[in-house]
């Protein structure tokens, strides 16, 4: 059986954060995290997962951007940056966007706290989680939470068909150099 007949659904994920907080980092552990439902890597930018939720197949096909920004305040750079790129390329203003703290494993380098994280989250309108790419935890639990939003949302939602729907999902790592107000460690 072919991958196009073997999905209910297929959703498309668009990775973006500054460079160095665990994009890549994130999709490789998500996309290894099981024995099944891997695909190989079509060309160098996205990666293919399906996954069942709801008992629904569902058919992710997740991009990781190659923004390279200069390295600075990645916190900020959501609002300041990311928040607004979604708004100006999102083709469809229903589009689940989820905002995600990585790194969690090096808790004693923290510098936003999950507090912060959820302020900012809610601000801009995302889901929010925390995990490691790492040590893999709750990098399945985000994808799947992403996943089972996007299905909540009629619009974005094709049984059956190839159509690609857009779902952006934003990162915030953990950075070194967070504003003095903007530190929890
Ligand atoms: P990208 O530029 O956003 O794609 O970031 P990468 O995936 O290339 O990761 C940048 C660096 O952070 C690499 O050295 C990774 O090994 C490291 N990294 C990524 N995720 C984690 C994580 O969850 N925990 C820790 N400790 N390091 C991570």
Redesign the pocket.
Known sequence: MSLATQYDMSFKILLI?D????????LLSFISNSTEDISPTIGVDFKIKQLTVGGKRLKLTIW?TAYDVTRRDTFTSLSGIWAKEVERYSTNQDCVKMLIG??V??DSERFVSKEEGIALADELGCLFFEC???TLENVHQCFEELASKIMEVPSLVEEGSTIVKKTILMQKPEDQSMPNDGCCS
């Not at 460079?19 to 994130?26: A, D, F, Q, T, Y």
């Open positions: 954060g460079s160095g907080v665990g994009k890549s980092s994130l990781d990585n790194k494993d090096k490691s790419a790492t």
